[in-house]
């Protein structure tokens, strides 16, 4: 992502919790098979480095470098990497659309939920390409949202998703990226193309709650309101309706809540 670019969701505490809570294996199993030791990679948008650290264990004593367009970011990255006792992992601000790195670099690209939020994921993943050597692997996995679902279906929680949409698209995002992927990828200038799907589930009482206040929370308080209400998408009140829709969805005991993610592993 660029330095200059607009992240929708931004960095309040319930949008970190949900980053935080991701890691290799319930956000890049599919990248599990070609993290071996002793492999160089590139972790691009690595967000707080929950998924950087897995991928650092794995491919020890590899060189895995982690970066991200703000250094805040990378901090809080720097301190969860240490705490995971991973001493393999250097960390530099970037932008993805122009990496500064030499041709060749990589065995392994990766990056989870980036391309959604950038205006062009396709000179992106060129770049991913250009750093990686060759036959080496660039990896994306993004959601979906159109493929997202839900049971129930509070009345109040609706209108969330168009306004996501609305705030997304207008900051130059794609909330669909997931079934995007493919043909990214191709015009990025891959020709070996595997593509996969996998999903995050919440049902339990606890992941209710917590993806109600991840989600529902931003809705109300995070960048994403705050550009709702300065775009005229929603008012506050209006905002604070979809919050409580939110929470209505989590106290149901059948509750019940799936997003779905495009995947690819690309040869360079």
């Known amino acids: 992502m660029s330095a200059n670019a607009t992240y929708t969701h931004g960095h309040n505490a319930n949008v970190l919790s949900a980053h ?44 895995v470098v982690a970066t991200d367009a703000a ?26 659309h122009d990496l500064d790195f030499p041709d060749g670099t990589f065995d392994v690209v990766h990056a989870h939920q980036v391309l959604q939020h950038i205006a062009d994921p396709v000179r992106a993943l ?13 990896a994306a996995r993004e959601a979906d949202f159109g493929t997202m679902i839900w049971y129930p279906e509070p009345a109040a929680m609706a209108p969330w998703m168009p ?25 990025a200038g891959f020709t070996d193309v595997t593509a996969s799907t996998s999903s995050w589930c919440y049902s339990t009482p606890e992941e209710r709650e917590w993806w109600s206040e991840s989600w529902g929370g931003r809705m109300r308080d995070s960048s994403v309101a705050e550009t709702a ?40």
């Open 163 to 187: 306004i996501y949409y609305k705030v997304a698209r207008g900051n130059g995002g794609e909330p669909d990226a997931g079934r995007r992927l493919v043909s990214w990828a191709r015009q």
């Open 126 to 138: 060129a770049e991913m390409r250009r750093v990686a050597r060759p036959g080496g692997i660039v």
């Open 71 to 96: 250094e805040v970011v990378l901090a809080e990255a720097r301190r969860n990497v240490e705490a995971a006792g991973a001493a393999n992992v250097e960390f530099a601000v970037a932008d993805v």
């Open 20 to 63: 935080q809570w991701r890691t290799v294996e319930n956000s890049a199993a599919y990248l599990i098979p070609h993290l071996r030791a002793g492999a160089s990679v590139l972790d691009v948008g690595c967000g707080p480095g929950t998924i950087t650290a897995g991928m650092a264990e794995r491919v020890a004593p590899g060189r």
């Open 229 to 268: 209400v300065a775009g005229g998408h929603a008012t506050r009140e209006e905002l604070q309706r979809v919050y409580e829709g939110w929470k209505e969805w989590a106290a149901a005991e059948d509750g019940w809540y799936s997003v779905t993610h495009g995947e690819i592993i690309c040869r360079a």
